[in-house]
C-alpha cells in the first residue's frame, strides 16, 4: 500500500487545467503547475525536476519557449492538492502533474514550499504502458514519442516490488522501488528460458529459481530482487516479452538502456557479433571501414529481431531510411565499441606485416621446398649437397636503391611545433656560437625530393658460400640512370676510374632491370664462374634462383643461358608472388645493402655539414652531392658491404632460413636397394637435423617444415615426378608421330607447287636481284650492312611483281597476275648462323630510317641469332611467308627461301587464293 500512499500524497493539480497542459495542440497547453511557464512536451518533465530539486528556486521565463533560468531567490508558491481527489489520474505519455484550480503563482509561498517535497518525490512516480502495465521511469516516459501512449495506473498490487538499492531518494524513510524495464526483464526471461531448454535437453532436473534470482541480481545489478517478483516475470512472461518487442520502436537510448558492466555495451549481443564480423574479414586481409561497422549492426539488429525489422528483401529494394534502429550508430558510439572490443584503426601498407595465410600458400612453400629437395637428391656430385656444391648455388634479385627514407622522422623538443631540420648556420665571432634560424616547413635540407626515388638497381646475385679460394662469389652489379651503356662506353671515363674496383655498373633509361641489362649483368656476375667450372672439367651445375620478373623469362634470355652459360642450369624460379618470404635476397641479404648506402650517405652528409658549421663564410649552405659524386659514393657502399658479408657467414644462413639449400646426405637412399626402396635408416628415424630445424618463414608461422617435408613426403614426390615424366613422353610421342601422320599428307597436296617452284627458282633468283638491286643499295648505304634478310611483306610483293612480268615463261602461261602491297622493309641482321631453324630478334634494338630514295620505311631489326629457316618457322600467315636473304659481297646475292604454303598461294588461281595458317595442323 505505500507505492498507493506516495500517489495519493503527489501534488495533484485539479481537473479543470489538465487540458491546459496535456493537450498537444500547442505550446501554450504545456502549462507547469507550480510557475505557469510553458513547454514543449519534452522540455515539461526536465522542468518539473527543476521544481523537484531545489523547491526555493525562482524560474524566470526564457526568451523562447522550453528554455528556463534559475535564479537562488525564493520561489512561488505551488499549488493546493487538498482540493484533488484521492485516486489515481490517467493520462497520455505528456502528462505531467495538474495545474491547481488557482491561478499560476497565485497559491501561498508556504504552501508551495510544505508540499514542494512531497510532491516532487511522488512526481517520479512509474508510468505503466497500457499494453503490458510494466513500469517505466517517469523521465524516460517524457523522452518517449509522443504517439506512444502510456499511464498511469493502480500500482497497488505492486506493493511486492523491492526498493532499488542505488536510488537514494526516499519518501518517508523508505527507498523507491526498482524502476525495471522491459529490457531487464527480457534478459532474466531469456536465461530462463535457456536454463529450461538445457535441462530439457539433458533430461535433468528442471532449472532453480533461486540460482537464477542470484543470477539475475548480480546481473541487473538489483541485489534486492526477490523471489516472488522472479516468479510473477515468469508466470507471466508472454506479457513481459510482448512489452519488450513493443519498447524496440522507442528510438530513445536512454529509454532501452539496459544494464551492463563495466566495458559492456547497452547491445552485447549484437556488439558481439559485430566484432566477430570485423575479425573475420581482418584474417581474409579486407579493409574495414565505419561504414560497414554502420551498415552489419544494422544488418544484425534485423536478424536478431525479424518479427520488428523488415526483411533483407524489403530493404534492398526500398532502403532502410525509415527504419528505426535501438541507436543510430553515433560516432561516439562507434569510439566506444572500437575501445571495448580492442579495436584500432591503422595505416595499411603497400606489403601489409599480417599476411594472409592461405592453404594454398602453405602447398605452394610445401611444393617448392620438395622440388628443391629432389633436384639436390637427383645428383650426387657434392657429398653433402648432392646435386651441385653450395658454391655453386646462387640468389638473383634486384635491390631499389634510395638515398633517404619515404617515412623518415627526427628527433627534436617535446612540445615544438615545427621540426627544424633546415637551418642556415650564422657564425657568431663573440661567443663561438652558431644561431639556427628556424623555418616554418619540415623539410630535410641535407636531401632532395629525388633521393626517396629510385637512385639506382643492385642486380644482386649472391653465392651461398664462398669458395676457400675467393674465386666465383661475383661482384655486384649496379644499374644507374642513364641511356643504356655499360661502364666501358660511359664517357666519363674519370668517374669510372673512381668508382669502387669490384663493382659492375651500368645504365638504363630508368635505372631498371631488362632483359637486355640482364644479360649483361649475367656476363660479368656469373661468366667468370662459368669459365672456371668448364675450365676445371668439374660435375659441379651452376644453379640460380630467382623471381618472376618478366625480362628473366624472355627468348632472348633464355637462349643466352643456353650459349653464353653452357655450366649452368637454366633458372630455379620462386612460386608467383612468395618472392619476400622464399628468396633469399628479398627476404634477409637486399635490406643490409640498401641500408648501408643510406648510412653511408648520411655520414657524408654530416661530414659536409660539420664543415660549413666551422667555415668563415656565414652564408655557408650545406653542399649536395652531385650525381657524380652520389655514384661514386654508392659503388664504394655496395662494394664495401659485399666484401663484408662475402666473409660471414650471412648468405649461408640465409639460404638455410628460407630452406632454399640444404645438406641432404641423411636423405640419399641405400644403394644396395631398388629405386623404390624405402629411405635409409638415417632418414627413416625421422629425426630432424639442426640445419632443418632452422628453416623459418616469415609470417608463416603455421608452416612447420619439419613437419612437413619428411623424407617420405620426399620420395613420394620422387616417385611421382617420375611417373608424370614417364607419362608426358609417351604423351609427347604420341602427339609427334600424329602431326608427322599429317605433315606426310598435306605435302602430298603441296609437292606440286614446291616441284614448280624449285624448276624457276634459280632464274627467278636472278631476275629478282636485277629488279631490287637499287633498293638493295639504298638499304647498304644507310644501314651500313652487308649479310642481312628482307622478310615480311616486301619480299613476297617483290617476287609476286616479277613473277607478273615474266609472262614467256611455259611454266607459267596458266598463272594468273597477284598484285601485293608491301607496307616497309623489315631488315633482320646480327649474328647468322646455319644451326638448324634459328631466329633470336632482340626487341631492344629496332631501329626505323625514314629514307627518302626508298618508297617505303626501313626498318632495322638486330637478332642474336638467324638464318631463313628460322624466320620462316616464326611466320604464321602464308602470304608473307617468304623471305630474302642478301649477301652483298657474293656476285649472287639474293636467295629466296619460301614455305610450301607461299608457292601454293602463289601458283593457284584467284579463286582457289586464301589467306591461311601456315602450319594447319592444330585447325584441322
Not at 502510456?150 to 537514494?168: A, F, L, R, T, Y
Not at 536512454?254 to 559492456?264: K, L, V
Not at 638473383?396 to 628527433?411: C, F, G, R, S, Y
Not at 616486301?794 to 609476286?800: G, P, V
Request: net charge negative; aromatic share 8%; proline share 5%.
Amino acid at each position: 500500500m505505500s507505492r498507493q500512499l506516495n500517489l495519493l500524497k503527489f501534488t495533484q493539480p485539479n481537473a479543470a487545467s489538465v487540458s491546459q497542459y496535456t493537450s498537444s495542440t500547442s505550446h501554450n497547453s504545456r502549462l507547469c503547475p507550480y510557475c505557469g511557464i510553458f513547454f514543449s512536451s519534452q522540455g515539461l518533465g526536465n522542468h518539473i525536476k527543476t521544481h523537484r530539486l531545489d523547491p526555493n528556486a525562482k524560474i524566470t521565463r526564457p526568451s523562447r519557449p522550453g528554455r528556463v533560468k534559475l535564479r537562488d531567490v525564493p520561489s512561488a508558491a505551488a499549488p493546493n492538492p487538498s482540493d484533488q481527489p484521492p485516486d489515481t489520474v490517467r493520462a497520455t505519455s505528456a502528462a505531467a502533474p495538474n495545474e491547481s484550480s488557482a491561478p499560476p503563482g497565485t497559491s501561498d509561498v508556504n504552501a508551495h514550499a510544505g508540499t514542494a517535497n512531497d510532491a516532487t518525490e511522488d512526481a517520479d512516480a512509474n508510468i505503466a504502458s497500457s499494453a503490458d502495465g510494466i513500469d517505466v521511469d517517469f523521465d524516460d516516459a517524457d523522452d518517449a514519442d509522443d504517439a506512444a501512449a502510456v499511464e498511469i495506473v493502480d500500482i497497488s498490487s505492486d506493493e511486492d516490488e523491492q526498493p532499488h538499492s542505488g536510488d537514494k531518494r526516499t519518501h518517508a524513510g523508505k527507498p523507491r522501488a526498482p524502476q525495471l524495464k522491459a529490457h531487464e526483464i527480457k534478459i532474466v526471461l531469456d536465461e530462463w528460458a535457456r536454463r529450461t531448454d538445457a535441462a530439457a535437453a539433458s533430461n535433468g532436473d528442471p532449472p532453480s529459481k533461486g540460482n537464477l534470482l542470484k543470477w539475475a541480481q548480480v546481473v541487473l545489478r538489483r541485489p534486492s530482487l526477490q523471489r516472488h517478483v522472479l516468479n510473477k516475470w515468469i508466470n507471466n512472461k508472454d506479457k513481459y516479452l510482448a512489452a519488450a518487442v513493443q519498447s524496440l520502436h522507442v528510438t530513445t537510448r536512454r529509454h532501452q538502456a539496459a544494464p551492463r558492466a563495466s566495458g559492456i555495451g547497452h547491445h552485447p549481443k549484437m556488439e558481439e557479433k559485430l566484432a566477430s564480423f570485423i575479425k573475420n574479414l581482418r584474417a581474409m586481409g579486407v579493409p574495414v571501414e565505419t561504414w560497414m561497422i554502420r551498415e552489419e549492426g544494422k544488418r544484425i539488429f534485423r536478424e536478431q529481431n525479424p518479427e520488428v525489422y523488415p526483411t533483407e528483401a524489403h530493404i534492398a529494394v526500398y532502403g532502410d531510411e525509415d527504419v528505426k534502429y535501438p541507436l543510430v550508430f553515433s560516432n561516439k558510439w562507434m569510439t566506444s565499441f572500437l575501445n571495448r572490443h580492442n579495436f584500432s584503426f591503422r595505416k595499411l601498407s603497400t606489403k601489409m606485416n599480417k599476411q594472409v595465410v592461405s592453404e594454398s600458400m602453405l602447398k605452394s612453400i610445401e611444393e617448392y621446398h620438395l622440388s628443391m629437395r629432389m633436384k639436390q637428391l637427383s645428383l650426387q656430385n657434392d657429398p653433402v649437397y648432392g646435386y651441385t656444391a653450395p658454391y655453386c648455388v646462387y640468389s638473383h634479385d634486384q635491390v631499389p636503391i634510395e638515398l633517404a627514407a619515404k617515412n623518415e622522422v627526427t628527433l627534436d623538443t617535446k612540445g615544438v611545433s615545427h621540426v627544424y631540420v633546415n637551418i642556415e648556420f650564422n657564425r657568431n665571432t663573440s661567443s663561438n656560437e652558431f644561431d639556427g634560424s628556424q623555418v616554418e616547413e619540415v623539410y630535410d635540407s641535407t636531401t632532395k625530393d629525388g633521393d626517396q626515388k629510385r637512385f639506382a638497381t643492385l642486380n644482386l646475385y649472391v653465392p651461398m658460400v664462398i669458395r676457400e679460394d675467393g674465386l666465383g662469389r661475383g661482384p655486384p652489379h649496379l644499374v644507374f640512370r642513364g641511356k643504356y651503356q655499360t661502364s666501358e662506353e660511359w664517357h666519363d671515363q674519370d668517374e669510372v676510374a673512381q668508382w669502387h674496383p669490384g663493382v659492375v655498373v651500368s645504365f638504363h633509361e630508368n635505372a631498371w632491370v631488362d632483359a637486355r641489362t640482364h644479360m649483361h649483368g649475367l656476363k660479368k656476375v656469373l661468366g667468370p664462374m662459368d669459365d672456371l667450372l668448364g675450365s676445371e672439367g668439374s660435375r659441379m651445375r651452376g644453379v640460380v634462383i630467382e623471381d618472376n620478373l618478366s625480362s628473366h623469362k624472355t627468348e632472348l634470355v633464355d637462349d643466352f643461358w643456353k650459349q653464353e652459360l653452357p655450366n649452368f642450369d637454366p633458372p630455379t624460379f620462386v612460386p608467383p608472388n612468395m618472392t619476400s618470404y622464399l628468396q633469399v635476397v628479398d627476404r634477409h641479404i637486399g635490406v643490409r645493402y640498401k641500408n648501408f648506402v643510406y648510412k653511408e650517405y648520411r655520414k657524408e652528409m654530416l661530414k659536409r655539414l660539420k664543415a660549413t658549421m666551422t667555415s668563415l663564410n656565414a652564408n655557408t649552405e650545406v653542399m649536395k652531392l652531385t650525381p657524380k659524386e652520389k655514384r661514386i659514393l654508392i659503388t664504394h657502399a655496395v662494394g664495401t658491404i659485399h666484401e663484408k658479408l662475402c666473409k660471414s657467414d650471412a648468405f649461408e644462413r640465409a639460404f638455410h632460413a628460407t630452406g632454399t639449400w640444404l645438406p641432404i646426405n641423411h636423405l640419399y637412399r641405400d644403394e644396395s636397394t631398388s629405386q623404390n626402396a624405402t629411405v635409409n635408416p638415417t632418414a627413416a628415424t625421422g629425426n630432424p637435423t639442426d640445419v632443418e630445424k632452422s628453416v623459418k618463414i616469415q609470417h608463416f608461422k603455421e608452416y612447420n617444415y619439419t613437419e612437413r617435408i619428411t623424407p617420405e613426403a620426399i620420395y613420394a614426390a620422387i616417385d611421382k615426378a617420375a611417373a608424370d615424366k614417364a607419362v608426358a613422353e609417351a604423351e609427347a610421342r604420341r602427339v609427334a608421330a600424329k602431326k608427322e601422320a599429317y605433315y606426310q599428307s598435306e605435302n602430298i597436296e603441296l609437292q606440286p607447287f614446291v616441284d614448280k617452284s624449285t624448276k624457276l627458282l634459280s632464274e627467278l633468283e636472278g631476275k629478282l636481284q636485277a629488279y631490287v638491286e637499287s633498293d638493295l643499295t639504298i638499304i647498304h648505304r644507310h644501314t651500313g650492312i652487308d649479310h642481312f634478310l628482307i622478310g615480311g611483306s616486301w619480299s613476297s610483293a617483290m617476287i609476286a611483281k616479277v613473277v607478273n612480268e615474266w609472262t614467256h615463261c611455259e611454266d607459267l602461261r596458266d598463272y594468273e597476275r597477284l598484285e601485293l602491297v608491301a607496307n616497309d622493309i623489315d631488315v633482320y641482321h646480327g649474328r647468322y648462323t646455319d644451326e638448324g631453324a634459328t631466329f633470336l630478334v632482340d626487341f631492344l634494338d629496332i631501329q626505323k630510317y625514314p629514307v627518302g630514295d626508298l618508297f617505303w620505311e626501313l626498318n632495322t631489326v638486330k637478332c642474336q641469332r638467324w638464318n631463313a629457316a628460322g624466320f620462316l618457322e616464326n611466320n604464321d600467315i602464308n602470304v608473307t611467308a617468304s623471305c630474302l636473304e642478301v649477301d652483298l659481297s657474293r656476285e649472287k646475292s639474293v636467295h629466296i627461301h619460301a614455305s610450301p604454303r607461299f608457292w601454293k598461294f602463289l601458283f593457284s588461281s584467284n579463286s582457289e587464293r586464301t589467306i591461311e595458317l601456315v602450319d594447319t595442323y592444330d585447325c584441322s
